[in-house]
């Protein structure tokens, strides 16, 4: 039954990019949603009623959490709630046209089971999870190397690092390298397959979920800056990072 | 003539990649600078041997200026001078395989003439310059919308950001966006093709060179942040950008 759902939802995954890179080729409106800094677009939208009615065919008893409005109200974590992202990285899928995702998590009674990451730009669809391990298309991803701070590239919340709080610019001085690509999909991508250390930021449910269950699948990190373990609908500032990374920007933090 | 050397560099600039591709799936000693934030590879070295030398088969006048210290003691932009950058960003090359880039620029008589910037990992080849225009392979660029900064995204020097001097803290809170990659030269092609509205870091030689000429040949702004013209040789704080990003940004800077 799940490793069902996984394959209809891949399927979903290459449908969904196909209609968002035809979707790029004819005009769309772009608005304001919080600030001037927070955009979303006819695509977030559309691709987000796509989505949620074909989760709902996939599998008519769960619930959806979605970030432009057209999920459920989803209190708890019971049955089968899917997390969707239809644009992460809005900002860059307007600016630049490239450095954006689209997301899915599936959580099982609140267990972390499935989640799919697309990289559209590049055709590439990270998912796994439920013990079966990562993937990037059909090629298996192994565990990061549990590298230190000092041998690491980091990503942090771009308004942190320009607000100071949490004592964050310690961690990229200390970093081998301080990294911001304005999509958490694309941050999350760069931390499963090694290429950043940590990623320290503020993160919505569907900017977390997939992360989160493929970060767990491989034997990260992931934890809020008091240590906890992240509740997935009510996290605030999360970190994704190999072991050692986390150890050393949980000493540094505060 | 120039047109002669342009079409051998821009092959240069192919086969470099083809070379650095082959390589990547051997191993190569990596080794510290000035210090665990600044990387060389024998792969820099490699590149740079081999493209010091075809450059001096292809134009046996000019000198040439490169990082690595396989290049001639230039005091003055006589003649033609070639400015290399083996690879940009090395950390990148090392930690990511990716977001690193090849640069050659030809200055003639201290005018900036042309400028080839290779992302190695997605096949382009970003050149141009002398009036011709700037082009990612055949396709010609056009320059960027002059957008503000407030409309802008924009990449500051992560270093400077997080040490908050000059007021660049200001700039980064403005723009709609902080973005940092890790290497000038994709930088620069983000600047180029619009994706950033403003770039604004230390350059040596080797990270401007190549840069500036395709800013400067698609009508960007090239400066100082004392707001004077840029000496290649002897830069310091640069910013590249449209011109009203660059009118926004040197009135916060200090």
């Known amino acids: 039954m799940l490793q069902e759902i996984d394959q209809k939802v891949q399927q979903l995954m290459w449908d969904v990019q196909k209609r968002t890179l035809d979707r790029m080729k004819q005009s769309y409106d772009v608005n304001l949603k919080t600030s001037y800094k927070d955009l979303v677009t006819t695509v977030d939208k559309e691709n987000e009623r796509y989505l949620n009615q074909r989760l709902r065919e996939i ?16 209190n708890d974590l019971k049955g ?3 997390i969707v992202d239809p644009i992460d990285g809005t900002m860059n899928f307007v600016m630049q046209h ?9 959580y099982v009674d609140g267990e972390p089971t499935y989640g799919y990451i697309m990289d559209v730009m590049n055709d590439k669809l990270y998912h796994g999870g439920n013990g079966d391990g990562v993937f990037v ?4 991803l192994n565990t990061p190397a549990n590298n230190s701070l000092h041998d690491s590239l980091m990503v942090l919340n771009a308004g942190l690092t320009l607000d100071g709080g949490h004592n964050v610019r310690e961690v990229g001085k200390q970093a081998r390298g301080l990294r911001m690509y304005g999509s958490a999909g694309i941050e999350m991508i ?7 250390g940590g990623y320290l930021s503020y993160l919505k449910p569907w900017d977390l979920a997939a992360g989160m269950v493929l970060a767990l699948e491989l034997g990260l990190v ?3 800056i008091d240590e906890q373990q992240v509740n997935v609908l009510s996290s605030n500032l999360v970190l994704v990072a190999t072991k050692q990374v986390a150890s050393d920007v949980l000493e540094l933090v505060d």
């Open 137 to 140: 298309n059909n090629h298996q």
């Open 59 to 74: 599998d008519p008893d769960a619930k959806i959490i979605s970030e432009e409005g057209y999920g459920d109200q989803v």
């Open 80 to 82: 089968h709630v899917f």
């Open 222 to 224: 992931v934890k809020g």
């Open 98 to 106: 490239c450095n954006f995702a689209i997301m899915i998590a599936l």
């Open 190 to 196: 760069y931390v499963i397959t090694g290429r950043i």
